[in-house]
T-cell receptor
Framework: DTGVSQNPRHKITKRGQNVTFRCDPI?????LYWYRQTLGQGPEFLTY????????KSRLLSDRFSAERPKGSFSTLEIQRTEQGDSAMYLC?????????????FGEGSRLTVL | AQKVTQAQTEISVVEKEDVTLDCVYE???????LFWYKQPPSGELVFLIR??????QNEISGRYSWNFQKSTSSFNFTITASQVVDSAVYFC?????????????FGTGTKLQVIP
């Protein structure tokens, strides 16, 4: 399978714990995005990487959230001191930069439940 | 700021009926892309179609067709002869260039249920 891969698919945690999600984009894609989707809503942009550089962060990304893409390949999204309001689906997407046609290719998402 | 409105929250149709999903967008950019994505119960967003702002030609692809009208800022999507497998949430999205990357804004989605 050469699509975008995310893990874990589901995570249940207690409030106050830290969680980390991983995203493996399509290999030739240099752009990587994290989105958050809550029930009944469309995905909301969190952050964007071009290669290893984090170039854009949404105001939704509080200081408890940190994302990295250390070698310009896979990315991690860590949430520290989770709160119940963090419960959502976290979606990763990748796209081709120059020469691409703009569409994002999404993974299946990582669903977080904070108890 | 960009905005995408999908006024239809849920639609139910009987199998083999045609169904049109509405999408209205707002942007001040003159260059943009419009997309439709499908999200089945598994959760993955599946890319369906893309249109750029300079191409208003409407197309048919199999059972899918779309109607892009800049004059009304609408990008509607039609499924002909719907099937149960079409049951999913459909998202309309608008993409503009923002500081070198494509900033994508999604609508709130339309849940389509196709009844056998």
């Amino acid at each position: 399978d050469t699509g975008v891969s995310q893990n874990p698919r589901h995570k249940i945690t207690k409030r106050g714990q830290n969680v980390t999600f991983r995203c493996d984009p399509i290999s030739e894609h240099n752009r990587l995005y994290w989105y958050r989707q809550t029930l009944g809503q469309g995905p909301e942009f969190l952050t964007y990487f071009q290669n290893e550089a984090q170039l854009e962060k949404s105001r939704l990304l509080s200081d408890r959230f940190s994302a990295e893409r250390p070698k310009g390949s896979f990315s991690t999204l860590e949430i520290q001191r989770t709160e119940q309001g963090d419960s959502a689906m976290y979606l990763c997407a990748s796209s081709l930069g120059q020469g691409g046609t703009g569409e994002l290719f999404f993974g299946e998402g990582s669903r977080l439940t904070v108890l | 700021a960009q905005k995408v409105t999908q006024a239809q929250t849920e639609i139910s149709v009987v199998e083999k009926e045609d169904v049109t999903l509405d999408c209205v967008y707002e942007t001040r950019d003159t260059t943009y892309y419009l997309f439709w994505y499908k999200q089945p119960p598994s959760g993955e967003l599946v890319f369906l179609i893309r249109r750029n702002s300079f191409d208003e030609q409407n197309e048919i692809s199999g059972r899918y067709s779309w109607n892009f009208q800049k004059s009304t800022s609408s990008f509607n999507f039609t499924i002909t002869a719907s099937q149960v497998v079409d049951s999913a949430v459909y998202f309309c999205a608008l993409s503009v260039n923002s500081g070198g990357y494509q900033k994508v804004t999604f609508g709130t989605g339309t849940k389509l249920q196709v009844i056998p």
